[in-house]
């Protein structure tokens, strides 16, 4: 057996998309002139990192000071850090992950989330838990706010 551990994914998989394909899967606003389409298998791994991130910020638990809008935008920049320091030497044209906050109406009322753009598909995430979430259609119909 071999004595290393296998390295962790990368969170992209090379495929660049155009902002004009996001706002066709539901992005409202996009500021990027290219997106890197997001790796499903680092989504998985991801968590844990983002999860020690808000521990050694001091984020143990949920505050109305920091709910739903707060974790999403905290998952997303995070990532992003994630995506930059993964491609500094690279020359693909993505400036960014496909990876953006999703604000909805749940059956509890509006909620933030994180929507991403992967190899398997669109791919919802509630970053308080880590959770991938299957939204209804109805759920996505109430989405007002998708910014890439």
């Known amino acids: 057996m071999w004595?290393?551990?296998k390295p962790a994914p990368k969170c992209s998989t090379g495929r660049v998309i155009d902002p004009s394909e996001l706002r066709s899967l539901g992005a409202g606003y996009t500021?990027?002139?290219a997106y890197a389409q997001?790796?499903?298998a680092w989504l998985k791994s991801y968590y844990?990192?983002?999860r020690s991130s808000l521990f050694r910020e001091g984020v143990v638990k949920w505050d109305e000071r920091f709910d739903c809008n707060h974790f999403a935008s905290f998952y997303v920049a995070l990532a992003q850090v994630r995506f930059f320091t993964e491609n500094f030497q690279t020359k693909t044209p993505a400036q960014t992950l496909a990876l953006g906050e999703?604000?909805?109406h749940s059956e509890r009322g509006p909620h933030a989330i994180v929507m991403a753009v992967a190899d398997t598909g669109i791919v919802y995430i509630e970053p308080q838990t880590g959770a991938q979430l299957v939204l209804t259609?109805?759920?996505i119909a109430s989405r007002f706010l998708v910014k890439f």
Do not use: I, L, Q
């Open 48 to 50: 844990a990192s983002f």
């Open 137 to 139: 259609g109805e759920e």
């Open 102 to 104: 999703c604000w909805y």
């Open 3 to 5: 004595p290393f551990s």
């Open 38 to 40: 997001v790796n499903a």
């Open 31 to 33: 500021g990027d002139a």
